[in-house]
């Protein structure tokens, strides 16, 4: 049974008490798309003044890390680039480090927005796609024709990534489905259904790596929470005690089981996003959280 | 077990005697996209010549029926506009007669092609979105806003209906995603994963209508194959007996078992589009055919 700890400030100075390290969700936890919940900010700084660090770990790979650190910074929150980890990064560092293709076949097909090319040039990976204004337009009776036949194909493409993409089309779509079909590795950012934002929500990462699934018949690696991938990421980078880390976030199925899986010492949800309480009291509940409170700022206690 | 009728004529004869209607799956069957397959239109004029009625019946939304007259005119295959049915005409009838919804509530949100738009049209049923340039476009930070709150919905909208759309973009799946989190029924004109084209295959409506099972965790009721929605309005035009009818296509989990569940007298494979007969032999096959040929043409016999 979850520990309910919004007003009850024993319980919060206990529950900090028991943790160095808190990793963040950002999207529902921080803020929703351009909206920073109020007291968010100084909750932060509050737990860095009890000396515990934070790290941001976000699914939405719309940003780099340093598109990131510019968004926080512009919102009055202070951070490094070093402490925030976006699937795209996560990504970049799966497909440099752990499937390291041979040249002439490591080429990515990316379907998503500039934050994942960021961060393959930053892991120096050559890739195709994602911005590029060549692929933002209607599909041609000529693209049909190259397409199925092969000749508008790259033959060096070994990968197809697909995250998020607000400039998601048919052209993409059938690009990434014909490099599937011939054999490319199927990676996805993140399988979020949907996406957070403006107090709504919005067809996530999965809306468009789902259709790729159901074509191929095949299920992609998912690099973002709740995949180990990125913790090992985390942990490689920081060597953290996983029982004095807390995993805090919206969503059971990304969040809480990333942490529940990743075998930290807690997991604490915030009622700022997608789940909300009955969704861990259901019977079929992905996963259930240690702690949680209506929102992050609570944890402030009676400084709030 | 199927039976394989190509270059046995006797076999042809015995199969063509048992049947006086065929209904035809057209992609992969009749053509490729806008390749008709050699000796198609000699093979229903000669199953015309036997006295065998021929009917069209086609997943694919984004033609009217009036439009596929058009394309089979322009290849040489006679036909009329009443032996046709496309998943288009199928789901406006069904929203027309069956669902009825209240005026008020009685507006369609099309994602799709004008097909779609046609068949609505024919049959009085109020529609936005489809083909309108509004919804093609980028989504802005003005339409984030306005969906999340609602105050860019149309009220009336009861109907979200997804069919193939070559147009598909970011600002149409937000718009379909927040009519069915505010209780408009799902529909789909058929959910192929595939659409056969220029000899390959690309993403078909099922991949368009996807991410939205997977955003709002529903299904959408499907009007085309294997809908037997769609087989009561061929009987309704029609009144054929079924047992002297055939369905010949080339998907097992659309075309034969359409013709199986509908209790047809045969259902035929042809191996000229997605499934072959190794599909069928496989322990988890969905539908194995009664009968099978290499193409359509081969029904022809010596005359080929």
């Known amino acids: 049974m979850a520990q ?37 900010p100084e909750t932060l700084e509050y737990l860095r003044s009890k000396g515990k660090k934070t790290v941001f770990v976000t699914n939405n790979s719309t940003k780099s890390r340093q598109e990131y650190l510019t968004k926080f910074t512009s919102k009055g929150i202070k951070s490094d680039v070093e402490e925030i980890f976006g699937s795209a990064y996560s990504s970049a560092i799966y497909i440099s480090r752990i499937l390291k293709l041979p040249p002439g076949k490591n080429k990515v097909f990316v379907v998503g927005e500039s934050g994942i090319e960021n961060e393959l040039r930053s892991e120096n990976v050559p890739f195709i796609g994602g911005t590029d204004p060549a692929f933002r337009r209607d599909i041609t009776p ?35 489905f014909q490099y599937l079909r011939r054999g490319a590795v199927f990676l996805a950012t993140n399988v979020d259904s949907t996406f957070p934002m403006s107090h709504g929500f919005f067809p996530g990462a999965g ?48 969040d809480i089981k990333f942490g529940i899986e990743g075998k930290l010492g807690g997991t604490l949800a915030v009622l700022t996003g997608v789940h909300q309480k009955a969704d861990w009291e259901a019977e079929d509940a992905v996963a259930v959280p240690a702690f949680y409170v209506d929102k992050l700022s609570d944890l402030r206690g009676l400084a709030n």
């Open 4 to 40: 309910y700890l919004t007003g009850d400030n024993a319980a919060i100075d206990a529950f900090l008490d028991q943790f160095d390290v808190f990793l963040l969700d950002c999207d529902g936890v921080i803020w929703s798309g351009d909206h920073v919940f109020p007291g968010v």
């Open 207 to 254: 809306s468009i790596s789902f259709p790729l699934n159901y074509m191929t018949g095949t299920t992609p690696v998912a690099l973002g929470k709740p995949s180990q991938a990125m913790m090992d990421a985390i942990e490689g980078k920081f060597h953290f005690d996983r029982k004095r880390t807390c995993m805090i976030g919206d969503r059971l199925n990304t």
């Open 142 to 176: 000529e693209d049909f024709k190259g397409l199925a036949d092969g000749t508008l194909l790259d033959p060096e493409v070994g990968v197809v990534l697909a995250g998020l993409d607000f400039h998601i089309n048919y052209l993409k779509l059938s690009h990434a």
